[in-house]
């Protein structure tokens, strides 16, 4: 690895903390040699959280996108990651102002009539005060954190050196593609810094999500939004996390978490573009007892023919279908070439019997799907990324579920809304564009069809048609050939020598090395030698193959 002199520190404080957590399990996730020590599991989980923070704003969200990932982290490291989505500390008024003033391109006393110093929240990578328009509205004032993004960038430049570097010479930093893992994290990182991407995602899900009457999402104010600071409506209510019981007995949770749970299903499998962070700290109860969602800085995408997989998916995990869930989950993911299906079915087998054989208000859906990643994982098998932020997502939904409504099952809500939503998929699919699209190309192919046929049955008729195989894989089978033929050939070689020299032992001359004919023992030495290295030869590379067949 070439280290970066501007980065140094950096590379010792995270292969310090890499050395820490190593003993405690963390990396056995991923098939690391380390033996972890049980007696540091539960503390060393806890301490986690105060380290990252210690290591800045960047570690910090990745502690936060960590915190979900049951497929990258053993269980018990989650939930005192959960807690650094609200514990951070705030930066400077002055810093805000400074910002703020930059990029509105005014005083705030002129762009506000007026601003909270006080901030509301302050999370990694910016800080939310409320605020008033001059005509009176309620809002609230997104700003980032000064310098953050030089910091990240030079975080990240660290980080992308060092997962190079494992997936080059580890056996988990190949299996787990670190630094696909790691560009995905940074991707998220850079969207969620760009608040007039956020403002856009507010404006998109905010019209998609218009139909639920139980379901709010901010307007943002866009004349008041830049690249580093967002504004948007106030909206009033509690964190669910910090409703008392008693406040829970005046609205229907069921109610709202099955709405909540529609409209991500639409977003996901019709829509095509979804919320990929509803963590509990970004879910309020708003004071007319609707659900808010807050923060859109992370969102995700997915293709049409992906969302007909991930629906098959999931419709196979609520099942109990372990073969059809295997099929999706192999169609829709690339594969390693020690690839081993048999291992992945059985995995995967034992993981949605597990799941089905729980009661149904148990099943954690998107729990389940995250330890379906992380079995392809084991097994070699690389799952996209859409798969992991679904069951990131779902896994979320399933926390704010057990706070809203713990009774709620969300394997049946998914099997009683799988025909709404294929219904809503046609309508999607069946807009009168597309259909005229679909005709004309129908049209093409009929009136080619009896000319094609014509030269298909000439050729047959004239024995004149051809098939082209495409063989696979060629140069393999050709180094395969090359070795055998070498070996072969370095076989007549030596007994040539074997012959030669049993022949020049009849031969008298003054040249004698231990009262024998010189030349000759020295074609028996020759063979000798070259016998020894293509043994070892041959033992060597068998050694290395199984080696790598294993892994």
């Not at 909206?235 to 609205?251: H, Q, Y």
């Amino acid at each position: 690895m070439k280290l970066s002199t501007h980065n140094l520190k950096r590379y010792k404080d995270i292969a310090l903390l890499f050395a820490r957590y190593s003993r405690s399990g963390m990396t056995s996730r991923f098939g690391a040699d380390t033996e972890p020590d049980p007696a540091l599991n539960g503390h060393e989980a806890e301490e986690l959280p105060n380290d990252l923070e210690r290591l800045g704003p960047t570690f910090v969200k990745l502690g936060q996108l960590l915190s979900s990932r049951l497929d990258l982290l053993p269980e018990h490291y989650l939930k005192p990651l959960s807690r650094l989505q609200d514990k951070v500390k705030p930066f400077p008024y002055r810093d805000v102002e400074l910002i703020v003033e930059r990029e509105l391109g005014t005083k705030i006393s002129k762009a506000f009539s007026s601003f909270d110093p006080e901030p509301l929240a302050a999370a990694s990578l910016g800080q939310v005060h409320r605020a008033a328009l001059h005509d009176g509205r309620p809002v609230v004032v997104k700003v980032q954190r000064p310098d953050i993004q030089k910091q990240i960038r030079d975080d990240f430049a660290a980080l992308r050196e060092i997962a190079q570097t494992l997936h080059r010479h580890t056996r988990f930093g190949e299996r787990y593609q670190l630094p696909k893992v790691l560009e995905e994290f940074e991707t998220t990182i850079a969207n969620e810094l760009d608040y007039r991407r956020e403002c856009n995602n507010l404006l998109t899900l905010g019209a998609s999500l218009r139909e639920f009457r139980r379901i709010q999402i901010p307007r943002p104010i866009d004349d008041y939004t830049t690249h580093r600071i967002l504004t948007m409506e106030y909206v009033e209510g509690t964190k669910i996390t910090e409703l008392s019981p008693l406040a829970r007995l005046d609205f229907d949770g069921k109610a709202l978490i099955e709405e909540l749970f529609q409209a991500y299903l639409k977003q996901v499998l019709v829509d095509g573009t979804f919320h990929a962070d509803p963590h509990a700290g970004n879910v309020f109860l708003t004071t007319d007892y609707r659900i808010a969602l807050l923060d859109l800085g992370m969102v995700g995408h997915t293709t049409p023919t992906m969302q007909e997989n991930l629906l098959k998916l999931l419709l196979a995990v609520s099942e109990g279908d372990s073969d059809e869930a295997a099929d999706v989950a192999i169609q829709i993911s690339d594969t390693a070439d020690s690839f081993d299906e048999m291992q992945f079915r059985h995995k995967l087998g034992q993981l949605v019997a597990q799941h089905h054989n729980s009661k149904l208000h148990e099943v954690d859906m998107g729990k389940a799907l995250l330890e379906l990643a992380r079995s392809a994982a084991d097994t070699g098998i690389y799952v996209p990324i859409e798969l992991t932020l679904l069951g990131k997502t779902l896994l979320q939904l399933d926390q704010v579920g057990q706070i809203l409504a713990p009774e709620f099952d969300p394997n049946e809500s998914i099997r009683r809304n799988a025909s709404r939503i294929l219904n809503r998929r046609m309508k999607s699919i069946l807009t009168e564009g597309k259909l005229f699209t679909s005709l004309l190309e129908a049209r093409q192919f009929l009136g080619a069809l009896p000319m094609r046929l014509n030269r298909i049955f000439d050729a047959i008729g004239n024995a004149e048609l051809n098939v082209k195989v495409k063989a696979t894989e060629t140069q393999f089978l050709l180094d395969g050939f090359q070795k055998v033929a070498n070996r072969i050939t370095t076989g007549l070689i030596l007994a040539a020598l074997i012959v030669g020299a049993a022949l020049l032992m009849q031969v008298q001359t003054s040249f004698r090395i231990f009262g024998y004919p010189g030349l000759a023992i020295l074609c028996f030495l020759g063979a000798a030698l070259g016998g020894i290295w293509l043994v070892a030869n041959i033992l060597w590379q068998d050694h290395k193959s199984r080696r790598r067949n294993r892994h």
